[in-house]
């Protein structure tokens, strides 16, 4: 997925660390100087902006201008996506975008596809939502699922968040998707030793038949 996030950063000035401890250090720097810089007024969704990042997504594909009205299309859903957002800040946008991502990683967005349910209608369902608790636990139960299913996946998985996390952490990158991948992982794992009997999602969380009911 096209990554929106516009920071004051150029990859050029990425680097490897040297040590982890120097590696959390660039890591936390970035993420401060980015939520300062994001959370600007200059920084929120305008038409302006939308413009200007429709028009970059174009270059870097090979989409046309004319797909960005097309929410089938990817560029169309990026659109849509920002055009939904009209107003919000960029950090806000951001959190919208790495819980498309953890749908993404967890095979939801898959299913959804599956059950015919729109681009437009995933992405205004999600955008109701913050990425919290309860929106983790969830994600956790559906990786618990997953694990019956094919025992091991949980522990292979936490193992490449891990790794993932670490490798993103010394190149200086943003880290909360690595970070938001592990802390799922270890909270399904946890409930599993818990609670070997972990029942399935309560009416009241989200759920694909909650989304497929919502169209």
């Not at 990859?11 to 040590?19: D, V």
């Not at 028009?55 to 004319?66: F, I, M, N, P, R």
């Not at 369902?125 to 694990?147: F, V």
Request: hydrophobic share 35%.
């Amino acid at each position: 997925m096209l990554n929106p996030l516009m920071t004051p950063f150029s990859p050029s000035l990425l680097k490897c660390c040297l040590s982890r401890a120097e590696a959390r250090r660039d890591a936390a720097k970035v993420a401060l100087i980015n939520s300062l810089f994001n959370e600007l007024p200059s920084r929120r969704i305008t038409k302006e902006f939308i413009m200007e990042s429709v028009q970059e997504a174009v270059a870097s594909t090979s989409g046309t201008l004319d797909d960005a009205d097309d929410p089938s299309t990817s560029i169309g859903a990026y659109h849509y996506m920002l055009e939904s957002n009209m107003g919000k800040t960029m950090l806000e946008f951001q959190e919208l975008m790495t819980i498309f991502q953890l749908l993404h990683w967890n095979g939801s967005l898959k299913a959804l596809r599956e059950t015919k349910c729109s681009r437009q209608e995933v992405i205004s369902y999600y955008s109701q939502y913050s990425l919290d608790e309860k929106m983790r636990s969830h994600m956790a139960l559906d990786w618990i699922m997953k694990e019956r299913e094919l025992p091991g996946i949980l522990s292979q998985e936490l193992r490449m968040a891990l790794r993932e996390l670490e490798e993103a952490r010394k190149a200086g990158q943003e880290l909360r998707f690595y970070k938001e991948k592990k802390e799922i992982l270890s909270l399904a794992l946890t409930q599993i030793y818990s609670d070997p009997d972990t029942s399935s999602p309560s009416d009241d969380q989200l759920s694909l038949t909650a989304l497929c009911g919502y169209h």
